[in-house]
Every structure is written in C-alpha cells, then in structure tokens.
C-alpha cells in the first residue's frame, strides 16, 4: 500500500511539473556543410529585442528576426531583418547566401528545419 501510494504521489507531482508550453528555435550555424556559397549568421534580434546567445528561443507565429551577415570584403558584416512565420516546437537553421567571398551583399535563407524532440504540437495548441 505504501509503494502504491508513493507512485501516485511521484505521477501527480510529474504531472504537475509537464507544462503546455511549445517553443521553436532560430540558429544562425549552418546546417549543410557541403554548399560554399552559404554563411553562418548572427541572429542579432527577433523582434527589435536582442539576443545574448544562439539558438535563440521564440514563440511560434510571424516573428522578424534580425541577423548580421558574414564579412565581405568591406571587412564587416551587413544586416538585415527578414520576416520568418516560426512553426510550433521547429529549429530553424539560418544561412547568408553569397555569389562569392569577397561580396558583402547576401540573402537570408533557411537552411533546415527540424522538429524539436520532446515538444509536440498538440501541447502547443493546448
């Protein structure tokens, strides 16, 4: 009987440390190696708040995210602010898109998207 009640205890208490919340991430590293016109980027802001470290971790929804590109050959790196719609419990890797090295223009694109473990969608809509 005491071992029964124990695990109830232990199971409610589990229970009530489970939380509804999903989040996504957005990585400025490169996801894919291989390509070498992609960069790995600063993700500087999403939002208009700024973000001390990567991956940065967001609510699901359209979010603006602003991120700062590789150097070129001005010696800095530009930045730009793109529009992202961020799905539930999904890490987004990042990349600049170059013609070549020397250029300081680039695009953002993504580079791959992957579904965060132990975050499931159905807890997000709860």
Do not use: W
Not at 30 to 55: C, F, M
Request: hydrophobic share 35%.
């Amino acid at each position: 009987m005491k071992t029964l009640l124990t695990f109830s205890l232990t199971a409610a208490l589990l229970a009530g440390c489970a939380t509804p919340y999903a989040y996504s991430q957005i990585n400025g590293q490169r996801y894919y190696r291989a390509p070498i016109d992609t960069y790995p980027l600063l993700v500087l802001g999403v939002d208009g708040k700024d973000t001390p470290h990567s991956p940065v971790l967001v609510d699901p929804g359209l979010r603006s995210v602003r991120v700062q590109g590789p150097s070129g050959g001005a010696g800095y790196g530009q930045t730009r602010t793109v529009s992202l719609e961020v799905k539930p419990c999904t890490r987004y890797y990042l990349v600049a898109v170059k013609g070549n090295r020397l250029a300081s223009d680039f695009e953002v694109r993504v580079d791959h998207e992957e579904t965060i473990g132990g975050c499931t969608v159905k807890a997000a809509r709860a």
